[in-house]
């Protein structure tokens, strides 16, 4: 199933509305990485709110593309991890180490637009990024 | 052989009739028991408040729950059967254990029946020592499962309540307080175990969603210790919050608890700590663009 | 046992089918949503480590009881190449295939009985258990 991508801006938005196959994620990926350079994107925003379940797979699929992303300009924010879904993530060992989270897209939109700020101003970012390295 | 000889009276031949002399003894036993019910009741209620046994209970209610698990343990007797006394013991517990009625006191008036009725025993036989003795034999097994079935179900009951209180006090001394817009306090106070600190961090990951925080205080001053388990737990819990979006700041660590945490290997560049639960509501009203001044900065300089 | 589910694994979908029919399973069986996410990704986990090594397999759920506890099985059947050093497959971040190595690593954390048996060039099989008391 693909992952719709809505362009906003300079943000890309992508809502996954359903669970998705390995497949699916990593046609996500392509697709989000190719965007970004297409559309000069500043941010990304990926939207999970629909997913029950974050394995390995998806965790690492979401952070190579807000590694990708950055690589190619654009900051990345994972919102809408589920109470339960953020609990068996951690105890798997999967904490999205150095990603950005929101609670929700209007909180990940807040968060890409004090980036872009912080870039002109030189401040560092807010709370909900523990990104230190 | 020579040991032989000095065998004890031989087993009967037939367990059957054994069994059969057991049953015909214990029909006797009951019939005693029932023709003397108003006596021995009363005998064993007076032993009862004598011995200073169920004080939280009035004469009257000693009374009447003495009568009922007199017939109880009669009809245990003589049905052999202990379904009916394990649940009358059920609900008696029920009844009695928030009135403060302790495990001891169960255990001593059920011995206390135990023996008013093997003395009335020794008063009907004593002329015929040999009967005595089987009237006993047939008695005291029966005797001591009935008063091991009451014992029993009294403290199950008391384990299940006890279960359910420690249910309801966990709900309670989690509280998640919401101060100010988007920022929640979470003040945890006592002894942390793994399936307290579970509901924790459950409570407090619904709480980050419902009320849309963006930074949490835990503060742990009242946690005098926790081993490495529970201290992972926290770690977790820091990581689940900000994979939805929240900044946790933990305040108040003891001095134990920092050991601890050093030891297990922690990465404390993911874990922001402030030493005090003030200092930690200031860092997190910063985090939200709160500005706090301090004291001084407003009193005239010198 | 006559509630036991039996799902082959062959393909992405298979794992995701795996996953959502084990937390209906744990959903029936009284667990809280909690448990059935937890439950659902060790699925998803040791499905995928089905599909990554062996190409094909099956993943077989029940529920049983023991005293006052109820439990999720989850068996991960395979005949794939097996695993050669069962001790290091089980610590993180060793991986044979480029992942995070937290697959199997991960699902033992997640439920409260883990168990490999392995054979090089035989298969897999992995049993875990997750408990629920009652009452």
């Given amino acids: 199933m693909e992952v719709p991508i809505l362009k906003q801006g300079h943000y890309l938005i992508a809502s996954i509305q359903s669970a998705l196959t390995d497949a699916d994620l990593s046609q996500l990926r392509e697709a989000l990485i190719e965007r970004v350079g297409r559309f000069r994107a500043r941010g990304v925003i990926v939207d999970v709110t629909a997913l029950d379940v974050m394995d390995s797979f998806a965790v690492r699929t979401l952070r190579d593309i807000a590694h990708m992303a950055r690589l190619r300009g654009a900051d990345t924010v994972i919102v809408g991890i589920q109470p339960e879904v953020a609990f068996a993530m951690v105890q798997l060992g999967l904490t999205l180490k150095g990603v950005a989270t929101a609670l929700d897209l209007e909180e990940g939109l807040a968060f890409l637009n004090q980036q872009g700020e912080g870039r002109l101003e030189d401040r560092r970012p807010p709370g909900g990024r523990i990104d230190r390295g | 052989m020579a040991t032989k000889a000095k065998e004890a009276p031989p087993l009967p031949q037939d367990p059957l009739a054994h069994t059969e002399s057991t049953a015909a003894l214990l029909r006797e036993l009951v019939a005693h028991l029932r023709q ?173 969603r419902t009320n849309r925080a963006k930074v949490v205080v835990i503060d742990i001053t009242g946690v005098a210790a926790m081993d490495s388990n529970v201290a992972n737990h926290l770690v977790q819990t820091v990581e689940a919050s900000r994979l939805l979006g929240a900044t946790v700041i933990v305040t108040g660590l003891s001095p134990e608890i920092a050991q601890t945490l050093v030891t297990i290997g922690v990465d404390l560049s993911e874990m922001a700590t402030v030493g005090d639960l003030q200092g930690g509501i200031e860092e997190a009203e910063r985090l939200l663009g709160y500005k706090v001044l301090p004291l001084e900065d407003l009193a005239p300089k010198p | 046992m006559a509630d036991e589910l039996r799902l082959p694994i062959a393909a992405d979908v298979d794992v995701v089918q795996a996953r959502q029919q084990g937390r209906e399973v744990a959903a029936n069986a009284g667990f809280t949503s909690g448990d059935q996410t937890v439950i659902a990704a060790a699925i998803s986990e040791i499905a995928r480590n089905i599909l990554m090594y062996a190409k094909r397999g099956e993943i077989v759920l029940s529920v049983v009881a023991n005293g006052d506890r109820q439990g999720v099985v989850v068996i991960a059947r395979d005949q794939g190449p097996g695993i050669r050093d069962i001790a290091r497959a089980l610590q993180d971040g060793y991986s044979t295939s480029g992942g995070l190595g937290l697959g199997l690593p991960g699902a033992k954390r997640l439920m409260d009985e883990f168990e490999l048996t392995s054979a090089v060039g035989q298969g897999t099989t992995v049993t875990m258990k997750k408990w629920r008391r009652l009452g």
């Fill in chain 2, 36 to 208: 003397n019910r108003t006596q021995l009741r009363e005998e064993w209620a007076r032993r009862i408040t004598r011995a200073q046994l169920l004080t939280a209970m009035t004469e009257e209610e000693i009374f009447a729950e003495a009568t009922s698990v007199y017939d109880n343990y009669v009809e245990a007797l003589e049905t052999g059967t202990f379904e009916a006394l394990q649940a009358y013991a059920r609900n008696l517990s029920e009844r009695i254990i928030p009135r403060g009625v302790e495990t001891h006191e169960v255990v001593g008036i059920v011995l206390l029946l135990r023996d008013v009725l093997a003395r009335s025993l020794f008063g009907k036989y004593h002329e015929d020592f040999d009967k005595l003795n089987r009237i006993l034999d047939a008695y005291e097994p029966a005797a001591n499962r009935v008063a091991n079935t009451v014992a029993v179900g009294f403290v199950q009951e008391r384990e299940r309540i006890i279960r359910q209180q420690q249910e309801a006090i966990r709900e309670l001394s989690t509280p998640v307080l919401q101060v100010r817009e988007r920022l929640l306090i979470l003040p945890i106070i006592g002894v942390i175990d793994p399936q307290r600190a579970r509901q924790l961090t459950e409570q407090l990951l619904r709480a980050i």
